[in-house]
């Protein structure tokens, strides 16, 4: 039988990045953003542990993860002018039910149908959860983004500015 241990938080946050670190060299993340991905990872996964511990289930806790990974993500993105995916995909790696996987399929060798549904039924949330989480701010963020370039278009049309689109061309009229 395994012993439950609890490792304090920063202890968390350090062993996630050492993780998604790993995991960014495996996967070929640019090294110019590896450390940032490692950091979007360990947030989110830190930031589950501390729901968890906190006494909160871990199907939200892993949706709220998913949800600070995807925003960290979309952050570094834009920072970076580089894709969401660069950072998403390593940083969801720790908040990924494979234990839970694991423990549903020890359930159903052991016979322990029961237990296997409960376990599989978590395990099922809490990947549905991540994958709502990233549309859910993906699409907030989209817009986020949109709203402000159009008040960015309003203020420079008020200011007296000419906003040409791109297939627009500036034409003399002539009569």
């Keep these: 039988m395994m012993q439950d241990v609890t490792f304090p ?3 968390h ?16 993340v640019p090294s110019k953003y590896i450390v940032a991905a490692s950091v979007t990872g360990s947030c989110g996964w830190t930031l ?4 968890v511990l906190t ?7 892993c949706f709220l993860g998913a949800c600070l990974v ?6 570094f993105s834009r920072a970076g002018k580089e894709a969401t995916t660069l950072f998403i995909i390593p940083g969801i ?5 494979g234990f839970g996987m694991y423990h549903t399929m020890v359930f159903l060798l052991e016979g322990d149908f029961q237990a296997a549904a409960g376990k599989g039924t978590e395990t099922m949330l809490m990947a549905g959860g991540i994958a709502l989480a990233i549309l859910l701010i993906a699409s907030f963020t989209r817009l986020f983004t949109a709203a402000l ?3 960015n278009n309003f203020i420079d049309l008020y200011n007296g500015k000419r906003i040409f689109k791109k297939n627009e061309q500036k034409t ?4």
């Design 55 to 61: 006494g909160n289930g871990s199907v939200i806790a």
């Design 9 to 11: 938080l920063y202890a």
């Design 70 to 75: 995807a925003l960290v993500s979309e952050l």
């Design 149 to 151: 370039r159009r008040i």
């Design 48 to 51: 589950y542990k501390y729901l």
């Design 93 to 97: 790696l720790p908040l990924v039910p």
């Design 172 to 175: 003399k009229h002539t009569r």
């Design 13 to 28: 946050f350090i062993f996630s990045w050492i993780g998604t670190a790993g995991f960014c060299l495996l996967a070929h």
